[in-house]
């Protein structure tokens, strides 16, 4: 079990080497990079947008039922749904998330080039297929990933705002000036460089599995659940040592 | 010139081939025959790099293969072009992007230049007016023909073919057999065809290996598979009816005449 981790981690970090190297033609590289950032980035606003306003809106319910007391200043409510979104929701649970749609896409994609010998037809033309391959899915992510998180920062507060809009248990006022109050603009960037961190983890992992798959259909299928459920558990990893090192 | 020198090569301790020699020369069809599962596909990817033998030297020109820094693996295999048994074209890739992808990567003409060379490439193998399709889009036997249009987009040095007439019919089969045999005398290509096609075999076979199990058991040209005294070879060709009609009437022409 350990000795097989440690070769795949072995073959993971050659392939990463083989992947990360200059492109041979520039020109293919930048519009590959941009197909993807449409196909696996663009094409998830749409997900992004949806599950964020209902999280905002659920996260704004449950803290004015939560903390309802003397103590606590209405207010709190703005501002702990926005801290919650900021920390965890909109990097974390996002890159999750996206590790499902979008990571098992790449594997799926890359392993079945592999079963058809189409990633063996690219070598053979001399091709380096893992950075033909690979690294636009990679650079795409970094890039876009982030602005995911923005909207998906942006989108939670404001179904918090529909919430406060429409029942009567906080006033738009009182979230308003909750989501304004202690403001650290240094949350924004603990979301962002999370979400690039993550966005590597899902292109690699997912790259990888796809890369590595043998056998047919059934394989790939396999390699794209496995790629979702390591990257999943790597996410989380990170996520502690992220916020261990950036929040102390 | 292509050489092999004595090949191994096992799957999980399971012997796929064994001690396989041969010598393949440039401008002359040379054929790879032999049952379905008797190795052909494993000896020619592990003659292009795809796998690597146990034990044994793949020579390019005398330059062996399997010893050559990755950089130059990669320009000789610039030189190469190869057709897969399952044509590996790229499936988000338009049936000219496919042929074109070569020349984009490594052509340093004119994207005119590159686009005419592609129209006359896929002209060759017949193919008109899919220009546009997906793979997914056109028949398994026009999807081979868009894959040999691929592998000669850039004049290779070698070519070679893992079956390119399965699954076509035999007027098509003809087509390609001609087209290959015909670019590889234009321009003294090494030409290596895995097939199990006698029709090939009678109409191109210049140059014969005949491999049964993983070992090579055979080889000789298309005149001399006929008289062959080799018992499995015999049983490999004449499995089809028409040439053991063929292989009778002769023999009684034979006896008529002596
Ligand atoms: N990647 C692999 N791993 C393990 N065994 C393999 C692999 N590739 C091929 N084999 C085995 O090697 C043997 C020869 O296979 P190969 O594909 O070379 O046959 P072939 O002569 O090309 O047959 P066909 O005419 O049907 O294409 C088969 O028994 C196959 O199971
Ligand atoms: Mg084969």
Redesign the pocket.
Known sequence: MILDALHRFGEYVLLIYRTLTWPDRWSVFVRQTFREITKLGVDSIGIVLIISLFTGAVICLQMTMNIRSLFIPAYAVGMSTRDILFLEFSSTIMCLILAGKVGSNIASEIGTMRVTEQIDALEIMGVNSANFLILPKIVALMVFIPVLVIFSNFFGIIGGYIVATFTDIITVAKYEYGIQSYYKEFYIWYSIIKSIVFAFIISTVASYFGYYAKGGALQVGKASTNSVVISSVIILLFDVILTHILLQ | MIEVKNIFKS??G?Q?LSDINAVFEAGKTNLII??????????VKCIVGLFSPDSGQVLYNNRNLHGMKNSEVRLLRSEIGMLF?GSALFDSMSVLENVMFPLTIFSKESTKAKLDRAHFCLERVNLKGVDNLLPSEISGGMQKRVAIARAIALNPKYLICD?PNSGLDPKTSLLIDELISDITAEYQITTII?T?DMNSVMGIGENIIFINKGIKEWTGTKEGIFNSSNKTLNEFVFASDLFRKVKEAENFAQSQEG
């Open positions: 799957f999980d399971k796929i032999g049952q379905s599962g008797s190795g052909k596909t494993v000896l048994q079956e895995n199990h």
